[in-house]
């Protein structure tokens, strides 16, 4: 038993010397083309859409402690670039583009807060700062909802 006790500390010790894949970054983005600057959204919802939301979708992640530690650290590094992938904040507006189009995608924000899709339940399991009440969405909601109409 303590040769097996041994051998996986010494593995996970190991495991620390394996890095994530991509790293743990925090690209620079130009703050003109973000979310806040193109959408001028409300204080409210900005503050509530931070809190829920920047750490996995922007390149302004809060890394926590445990994302340091193999191989927790993979996961959430994959769980970062899936999520930017998917939506950005920082870079909402693409580097060609001079103003917002993507009507779809911006309305896809409050589907998800709506339904409970995000933020993830794992998610807000270690970061129940994060969830959304129901006041949160239908503060974010109304204001995505006003935009869209304003769009059309």
Known sequence: MKKIA???????????FVPAAPPKSNPSFDAAKSFEAVMRPPGDVLATLRRACFDCHSNETRW???????PVSWLVQNHVADGRRHLNFSEWLLANETGFSDWSGFEKVCTEVRTGAMPMPGYVSLHPDAALSEA????????????????R
Do not use: E, I, N, R
């Open 6 to 16: 041994l051998l996986l500390a010494a593995l996970f010790a190991v495991l620390q």
């Open 64 to 70: 926590p402690a445990y994302s340091y530690v193999a």
């Open 136 to 151: 949160d969405s239908k503060t974010v909601c109304a204001w995505v909802d006003s935009k869209l109409a304003g769009a």
